[in-house]
């Protein structure tokens, strides 16, 4: 029925249907349309009825969510953000062979919001690569304040190592990455003291396992003061065209 009342004053029903001759026209949402509404508040339909659902009372990364059997919309808590919840932080993969990748993070890793990052990879290599040791250099920081100790394995022989003021993280070595299509898996963690700027040295802990029968376990620090972390670059000691292939790398951040 058309919107206009044929010259009385009464409203006639209408339904702002732009197809429909004098029907009100379609309703302009874009800051034009106006109603009796709280700020940030949503509707929503009840089935016979526009409700309103109004905004939370002070914003603090709440999410919109159906809980189970629920008849209305709600606010809820991020489930990530409590802590001790494993956040997902993004991954890579590859096929052909690479040799280097750096994953960013945005918005950088917050040590005062984050206790640890988790990082979980696995690769092979191919029957003609050239063995080489696997770096994770954190922000492009190349200084020579890496510092590991821990022990390597061969069949039954067990070797104990430190390595020293280093310009990066050796997460997987040439006794794991012997070419001959070997596999190589491992993780490493990332965690880092929340006292005085001057103190926040991040702590890495790793191990790698290759189908060789070889195994790399190390502890240390990195000694610089990065309460944050905005990358992880992970390259391979002998360069362009002698890498890795057929990976996958997961991160993750562990929530205070």
């Known amino acids: 029925m058309g919107f206009s009342g ?8 209408h339904q702002h249907n732009s197809l429909v001759l004098q029907d009100g026209g379609k309703l302009d949402f874009d800051n034009v349309t106006q109603s009796d509404m709280a700020a940030k508040s949503m509707t929503y339909s009840d089935g016979s ?25 709600s606010w809820a808590t991020d489930p990530f953000i409590a802590g001790g919840k494993l956040e997902y ?14 994953q960013n993070f945005s918005p950088e890793i917050d040590f005062t919001k984050f206790s640890a990052i988790q990082v979980y990879w696995s690769y092979d290599m191919d029957s003609t690569a050239t063995p080489f040791d ?36 050796v997460i997987a ?3 794991e990455n012997t070419g001959n299509d070997n596999s190589i898996l491992g993780a490493f963690t990332i965690t880092s003291h929340k006292g005085a700027a001057s103190q926040q040295y991040p702590a890495i802990s790793s ?7 070889t195994t790399r376990q190390f502890l240390g620090t990195k000694v610089a003061n990065l309460g944050t972390i905005a ?9 362009a065209g002698t890498g890795w292939e057929n990976s996958t790398w997961a991160f993750y951040g562990v929530r205070i």
């Open 49 to 73: 009825h526009l409700q309103e659902l109004a905004g939370p009372g002070v914003p603090a990364g709440q999410l919109l969510t159906f809980a189970t059997a629920a008849s209305a919309p």
């Open 89 to 102: 932080l993004g991954s890579h993969t590859n096929v052909a062979e690479e040799s280097t990748f750096t």
């Open 134 to 169: 696997t770096q994770l250099i954190l922000d492009a920081n190349t200084a020579t304040n890496y510092s590991a100790v821990g022990q390597t394995q061969t069949g039954t022989t067990i070797t104990g190592l430190s390595s020293l003021s280093q310009a990066n993280w």
């Open 173 to 175: 070595s040439t006794a």
């Open 231 to 239: 990358s992880m670059t992970l390259t391979s000691s002998g360069g």
């Open 6 to 13: 044929g010259g009385s004053n009464i409203l006639k029903p």
């Open 207 to 213: 191990y790698a396992c290759g189908w060789s029968n």
